[in-house]
């Protein structure tokens, strides 16, 4: 995971995706993995991969507003409003409730 990490730093995309796969065979589970594989599709413009890597790390889990709301950038880039505005919402409300939690407003 952490050599992804580099390679991706270093621009080296294909490379980074290897390795963020090798991990993710090595620990199905990785959330982080399955996390920055869909942002490295993401950035590369693979919508639907980009969706798959994202939605597996909500199922382990994921929390991060910043997942829900490229989940809503891709349903949109695919032209489904309506799951795009659903993620957007979500995305929404975890923002809220992070804030809520960092300064212990509840």
Known sequence: FMLGNLY???GRMEDGEKAYKTAIEKYPDYLRAWRALGLLYMAGDDIDNS???????IQLGDS???????IGFSFYEK???LSAMAGGGVQAYNSRQHVRQHYRLH
């Open 64 to 70: 991060d507003p910043l997942t829900f709301g490229q």
């Open 51 to 57: 969706l798959k890597a994202l939605t597996r790390s």
């Open 8 to 10: 991706v730093q270093a």
């Open 79 to 81: 032209k489904e409003y």
